[in-house]
Nanobody, 125 residues
């Protein structure tokens, strides 16, 4: 199993920026960020193949969010710009697993089954 520790999060005004970090206990083929609003299903927002750095995004964040990595630290980041109130959610870091939740972007799909504890992001208007 992979242990994930997140940091970042908090409150920001509309149009602001925020960066989330997630450090894994070991290397994984791919990592992702998901988010969840109470009463709704958890949704993938960004994923990255840690070996060669290819990333993909959900339509709702494409062009505003950027996922990146530091393989030497087993850490991925989510840079969130032009934040909107609709981005308010609990954000979860995730690592690839054999079972879990599927997140696809274009022709790329991965299953994520290891989860961080979550960090709250609140965007006020």
């Amino acid at each position: 199993p992979v242990h994930l520790v997140e940091s970042g999060g908090g409150s920001v005004q509309t149009g602001g920026s925020m960066r989330l970090s997630c450090t894994a206990s070991g290397a994984t083929p791919s990592m992702a960020w998901f988010r969840q609003v109470p009463g709704k299903e958890r949704e993938g927002v960004a994923a990255i193949y840690t070996t060669y750095g290819h990333s993909y995004y959900s339509d709702s964040v494409e062009g505003r969010f950027t996922i990146s990595q530091d393989n030497a630290k087993n850490t991925v980041y989510l840079q969130m710009d032009s934040l909107e109130p609709e981005d308010t959610a609990m954000y979860y870091c995730a690592a690839e697993a054999s079972q879990g939740e599927l997140f696809c972007g274009g022709v790329y799909c991965n299953v994520f089954g290891y989860w961080g504890q979550g960090t709250q992001v609140t965007v006020s208007s």
